[in-house]
Nanobody, 117 residues
Framework: QVQFVESGGGLVQPGGSLRLSCVVS????????MGWYRQSPGKERELVAD????????VYLDSVKGRFTISRDIMKQTVDLQMNSLSPEDTAVYYC??????????WGQGTQVTVSS
């Protein structure tokens, strides 16, 4: 069984910054990639950013490019998401995602990010 520890969510004013962190542990195969998705009320879950663990290739949602940066630690199986210049449109529950090289994907429990004055 895979365990996730997500941290870093909270309330921030528009223009502010937050850093999300996710640690994966437990019965995990080597990870192909890790990333962050988000979901706000009435909307589908969407990919925010993803990074491959070995090569470090990244993918970003268009609306966060230039504001968010994803990074990873291969040995620790962690992924961080630095979020700058946050706007109310970034308000959502953010979910950590892990895709092993073999086997099914896994999801964290989610952490709330609220951007409001």
């Amino acid at each position: 069984q895979v365990q996730f520890v997500e941290s870093g969510g909270g309330l921030v004013q528009p223009g502010g910054s937050l850093r999300l962190s996710c640690v994966v542990s437990g019965n995990t195969f080597r990870l192909h990639s890790m990333g962050w998705y988000r979901q706000s009320p009435g909307k589908e879950r969407e990919l925010v950013a993803d990074i491959t663990m070995v090569a470090g290739r990244t993918v970003y949602l268009d609306s966060v490019k230039g504001r968010f940066t994803i990074s990873r630690d291969i040995m620790k199986q962690t992924v961080d998401l630095q979020m700058n210049s946050l706007s109310p449109e970034d308000t959502a529950v953010y979910y950590c995602h892990a895709q092993p090289e073999v086997g099914p994907e896994s999801w964290g429990q989610g952490t709330q990010v609220t951007v409001s004055s």
